[in-house]
């Protein structure tokens, strides 16, 4: 925050008055010229079929799903190095997630310590999708070369239940034991975004009614939703969150001068680069941007969109260079 010259407070947003472009938090109020608010997701525990409170802080405890909070990173790190054999099972959520090669990877990850520790132990991996959601051939390949004994991914496969005493998951063909794993549900937008009322009604994950060009909430050009709860059908991932914070930073620039030159759109970067092997480090990549087609009105890849499904030690080394260059960038 020294650094880059901005003032950092660490409280929790409670409530909005838009009007009198107020936020109050749980260290007092404070008043705002542009407000850009980026909560995050929440785990939708109702798309297993799983409503009751108790049953969801069991799930929650036992089988983090591992993209909410860094404590949930460091207790399936716990379980992977305490894991002594059997099924661990892990899930890839329907929609659109954070983020689209992260249970895949994270399958690669875990048999590749089971493999250097010749376990008898084998990931699980369901998914409701025919193929993995991104790098598809790079990832199966991985499966299939690297991990036969260790990873059995089993796709077109939806989860109707969890019997979380009972480690069982109950999917549309089978009933499948494990002996640990991190369960991951579909998504939704942070519930803030529904208590401020400023959820789109229609959305399936709860994401927020905005311009989609220009990320400001529906009649009022003060307000912005950015990161996990924006409603485009863009990755929820690093990547693309850091090249949108930098486009609606333009944007706000713009309108604050009020001469009239707003940034015009820019499609968000999606830079994903994805370990599959870690003796040698080896990683696959895909390079992606958008575009919006005026006619049918729908969001596609742009042109230039390419996965590379090759594994080499090269992208290997340039996933590190990619996470240090972009903590440099955002922290100093």
Same mark, same amino acid.
């Given at each position: 925050?020294?650094?880059?010259?901005?003032?950092?407070?660490?409280?929790?947003?409670?409530?909005a008055?838009?009007?009198a472009?107020?936020?109050?938090?749980?260290?007092?109020?404070?008043?705002?010229?542009?407000?850009?608010?980026?909560?995050?997701?929440?785990?939708?525990?109702?798309?297993?079929?799983?409503?009751? !409170?108790?049953e969801?802080?069991?799930?929650?405890?036992?089988?983090?799903?591992?993209?909410?909070?860094?404590?949930?990173?460091?207790i399936?790190?716990?379980?992977?190095?305490?894991?002594?054999?059997g099924?661990?099972?892990?899930?890839?959520?329907?929609?659109?997630?954070?983020?689209?090669?992260?249970?895949?990877e994270?399958?690669?990850?875990?048999a590749?310590?089971?493999k250097? @520790?010749k376990l008898?132990?084998?990931?699980?991996?369901?998914?409701?999708?025919?193929a993995?959601?991104?790098?598809?051939?790079?990832?199966?390949?991985?499966?299939?070369?690297?991990?036969?004994?260790?990873?059995?991914?089993?796709?077109?496969?939806?989860?109707?239940?969890?019997?979380?005493?009972?480690r069982?998951?109950?999917?549309?063909?089978?009933?499948?034991?494990?002996?640990?794993?991190?369960?991951?549900?579909?998504?939704?937008?942070?519930?803030?975004?529904?208590?401020?009322?400023?959820?789109?009604?229609?959305?399936?994950? @709860?994401?927020?009614?905005?311009? !989609?060009? @220009?990320?400001?909430?529906?009649?009022?050009?003060?307000?912005?939703?950015?990161?996990?709860?924006?409603?485009?059908?863009?990755?929820?991932?690093?990547?693309?969150?850091?090249?949108?914070?930098?486009?609606?930073a333009?944007?706000?620039?713009?309108r604050?001068?009020?001469?009239?030159?707003?940034?015009?759109?820019?499609? !968000?970067?999606?830079?994903?680069?994805?370990?599959?092997?870690?003796? !040698?480090r080896?990683?696959?990549?895909?390079?992606?941007?958008?575009?919006?087609?005026t006619?049918?009105?729908?969001?596609?890849?742009?042109?230039?969109?390419?996965?590379?499904?090759?594994?080499? @030690?090269?992208?290997?080394?340039?996933?590190?260079?990619?996470?240090?260059?972009?903590?440099?960038?955002?922290?100093?």
């Amino acid at each position: 925050a020294a650094r880059g010259n901005y003032t950092y407070i660490q409280a929790a947003l409670a409530e909005a008055d838009f009007t009198a472009r107020r936020v109050f938090t749980d260290k007092g109020f404070i008043d705002y010229d542009f407000l850009v608010i980026a909560p995050g997701v929440e785990y939708d525990y109702a798309s297993f079929g799983i409503t009751d !409170p108790a049953e969801i802080q069991l799930l929650e405890r036992r089988y983090p799903g591992g993209f909410v909070s860094p404590d949930e990173h460091l207790i399936i790190k716990r379980k992977v190095d305490a894991f002594e054999g059997g099924a661990f099972v892990l899930t890839a959520p329907p929609g659109i997630f954070r983020c689209s090669a992260s249970p895949y990877e994270r399958a690669c990850m875990i048999a590749s310590v089971f493999k250097r @520790k010749k376990l008898a132990a084998k990931v699980i991996l369901i998914d409701s999708r025919d193929a993995p959601a991104v790098k598809a051939e790079g990832f199966l390949a991985a499966f299939e070369e690297l991990y036969g004994d260790h990873i059995e991914y089993i796709n077109s496969t939806v989860i109707e239940g969890i019997d979380a005493p009972a480690r069982t998951i109950k999917t549309d063909f089978d009933d499948i034991k494990f002996g640990d794993g991190a369960i991951y549900p579909r998504i939704r937008a942070s519930r803030l975004i529904e208590k401020l009322g400023l959820a789109n009604a229609g959305s399936p994950q @709860k994401e927020a009614r905005i311009d !989609p060009f @220009k990320y400001n909430v529906i009649g009022d050009e003060r307000v912005y939703i950015t990161g996990d709860c924006r409603p485009m059908p863009f990755s929820k991932s690093a990547s693309v969150a850091h090249t949108e914070g930098q486009y609606v930073a333009r944007v706000i620039a713009g309108r604050a001068r009020g001469k009239g030159d707003e940034a015009p759109w820019t499609t !968000p970067l999606s830079v994903c680069y994805s370990m599959v092997n870690t003796d !040698p480090r080896e990683a696959i990549l895909s390079r992606s941007t958008y575009r919006f087609d005026t006619a049918s009105k729908q969001w596609s890849f742009a042109e230039g969109t390419k996965g590379y499904n090759d594994r080499t @030690k090269a992208m290997g080394a340039a996933t590190q260079q990619w996470t240090e260059q972009h903590l440099a960038d955002l922290f100093g």
